[in-house]
C-alpha cells in the first residue's frame, strides 16, 4: 500500500471515528428515556462497548487481571498445570528426564472484542524469584481462540531431557497481535505488573537436602528473601495432589534454620544478551559470543543472615542507580493506574514505558544454593513455607517460590 493511500485510509478511519462518537451520545440519551419510561424501576445502564480485548492468565483464585493485584501469592497461578501425558491428572513440578509431559494454560478474555488467535508462550527456569525470558528455555507456542467474556484452553506436549530434569518454574504469556494485546515488557515476566503472565513456582522438596534457585536482581540491588511458614489451610488451598498423600503439619517451625549461599559459580546466561562493552570485548578475545555459551560471574553481591531474614546487597556496574531505579518503579506504579481506570492507553507513555524496559535489559540472575534444613518431619509429614523476595527501596515483592518439605 502506497503512503498516499495510507493516509487516506486514517482520514477515513478518523472520520469513523467521529461518527461513531456522534452516534454513542445519542444511543445513550435513547437509553436513558427508555429506562425511565420503563416499569421496571431502578434499572442498571448498561456499559459503554470498548472495542477492545482484555486478556489475562489468574495469579490467583478470584483474580480477574486487575493489576496491580493484592499482596497474596501470585507464584501458584491455577491456570498453568504440568503433568505427565501418562497421568493428566497428577499435576507436579518436577520433571523427570524421557517423560512427556503435557502442559496446559487456561487464558481468560474480559473484554468486549474476541480474540481470533491468542498465542500463548511457555518458559521452563530453574526456581527463580523474578524471571526474565532471556535466562529461561521457551518450550514453544500455541494458540487459541477466545471469546469475548470467555476463557479458552492451551496445550502443549514437552519431551524433558536430561538438563532440564528435576524442579522447575514455569511461566505462561498470552499475547494478541489482532486485536492488538500485547505485554508491557519484551523479557521480563512480572504477574504483578502484567496480567497477561501466570507463573507456577510450586517446588516439593525432603528435609535435609539441597536446591538452587535464582533471584533476579539489577547490577546496584538491595533486596530481602524471608521464609514464610504456611499452617494447614494454605497449604490444602493449593490443591496439589501431593497433600493427599501427606499428613500436614499445620504449624512448622517458624524459624527453621534455612541456608542461603551463592552457588560456587554463579551463572548469568548471556544467549541474546546485550552485554556491556568491556564483557564484549573480553568475550571477543576468549572467542566465547555464541548462542547458548554461558558468562560466569565470581562473587556477585553480598549476603547478611538477620532477624529471620536473609538480606542481599549487590553494588556492580550499571546505567541504573537505587535513586533511578525508585523513580522508574513509582512513575510506573501511577501510569499502571491511570491505564488501569481506563482514562488512557499504554501508547500515551511510550517514552517511561521505554525508560522502564531499558532499565530492565540491565538486570542479570544470580544462582544460590539454598540448604533445606531438618526441621523434624517424620515419614508421611509435610510443611509448607513461602519464599518471599523484597525490593527493599520500596518494600515491595517482586517474587516468590512456594517450597512443600516432607519428611
Given at each position: 500500500m502506497s503512503l498516499e493511500n495510507i493516509h487516506k485510509a486514517n482520514e477515513i478511519i478518523k472520520k469513523l471515528q467521529g461518527q461513531r462518537r456522534e452516534k454513542s451520545v445519542k444511543f445513550r440519551e435513547t437509553w436513558y428515556k427508555t429506562i425511565e419510561a420503563s416499569p421496571v424501576k431502578k434499572r442498571r445502564m448498561p456499559?459503554?462497548?470498548?472495542?477492545s480485548s482484555y486478556l489475562y492468565i489468574r495469579s490467583y483464585d478470584g483474580d480477574n487481571g486487575y493489576r496491580p493485584g493484592a499482596n497474596v501469592a501470585y507464584w501458584r497461578s491455577p491456570d498453568v498445570m504440568v503433568s505427565p501425558v501418562s497421568s493428566l491428572n497428577s499435576y507436579t513440578t518436577e520433571l523427570n528426564a524421557g517423560t512427556l509431559y503435557n502442559i496446559k494454560c487456561l487464558v481468560h478474555n474480559r473484554g468486549d472484542v474476541n480474540v481470533p488467535s491468542a498465542k500463548v508462550e511457555f518458559y521452563l527456569v530453574t526456581p527463580s524469584l523474578g524471571f526474565d525470558t532471556r535466562f529461561g528455555k521457551k518450550l514453544g507456542i500455541a494458540s487459541t481462540w477466545v471469546n469475548c467474556y470467555s476463557s479458552s484452553e492451551v496445550n502443549i506436549r514437552y519431551l524433558v531431557e536430561p538438563s532440564d530434569a528435576g524442579h522447575k518454574c514455569l511461566f505462561a504469556r498470552v499475547f494478541s497481535f489482532s486485536p492488538l494485546d500485547i505485554p508491557l515488557h519484551d523479557t521480563l515476566l512480572n504477574p504483578v505488573q502484567d496480567r497477561r503472565i501466570g507463573q507456577k513456582n510450586l517446588n516439593i522438596a525432603a528435609q535435609a537436602t539441597q536446591m538452587n534457585l535464582n533471584i533476579l536482581h539489577m547490577p546496584q540491588a538491595q533486596l530481602t528473601v524471608q521464609f514464610v511458614p504456611l499452617n494447614k489451610e494454605a497449604v490444602l488451598a493449593i490443591r496439589h495432589p501431593v497433600a493427599a498423600d501427606f499428613r500436614i503439619i499445620d504449624k512448622p517451625r517458624e524459624r527453621a534454620e534455612f541456608r542461603l549461599n551463592f552457588a560456587k559459580e554463579t551463572v548469568a546466561n548471556v544467549?541474546?544478551?546485550?552485554?556491556?562493552?568491556?564483557?564484549?570485548?573480553?568475550?571477543?578475545?576468549?572467542?566465547?559470543?555464541?548462542?547458548?555459551?554461558?558468562?560466569?560471574?565470581?562473587?556477585?553481591?553480598?549476603?547478611?543472615?538477620?532477624?529471620?531474614?536473609?538480606?542481599?546487597?549487590?553494588?556492580?556496574?550499571?546505567?541504573?542507580?537505587?535513586?533511578d531505579q525508585n523513580r522508574i518503579e513509582d512513575e510506573m506504579k501511577r501510569i499502571h493506574k491511570i491505564i488501569q481506570s481506563g482514562e488512557r492507553r499504554?501508547?500515551?507513555?511510550?517514552?517511561?514505558?521505554?525508560?522502564?524496559?531499558?532499565?530492565?535489559?540491565?538486570?542479570?540472575?544470580?544462582?544460590?544454593?539454598?540448604?533445606?534444613p531438618n526441621i523434624g518431619l517424620q515419614k508421611g509429614e509435610l510443611a509448607g513455607y513461602d519464599v518471599v523476595a523484597i525490593n527493599n527501596m520500596n518494600g515491595e515483592i517482586f517474587g516468590g517460590i512456594t517450597l512443600l518439605v516432607h519428611g
Open positions: 456499559e459503554d462497548f470498548k472495542d544467549t541474546d544478551v546485550k552485554l556491556p562493552k568491556r564483557l564484549t570485548n573480553l568475550s571477543n578475545r576468549l572467542g566465547e559470543i555464541k548462542r547458548g555459551i554461558d558468562l560466569k560471574i565470581n562473587q556477585p553481591g553480598k549476603i547478611e543472615y538477620k532477624d529471620a531474614a536473609f538480606r542481599f546487597e549487590f553494588n556492580q556496574e550499571g546505567k541504573y542507580n537505587l535513586k499504554a501508547s500515551d507513555f511510550k517514552k517511561e514505558i521505554d525508560e522502564y524496559r531499558q532499565m530492565n535489559l540491565e538486570r542479570r540472575m544470580t544462582l544460590l544454593s539454598m540448604d533445606i
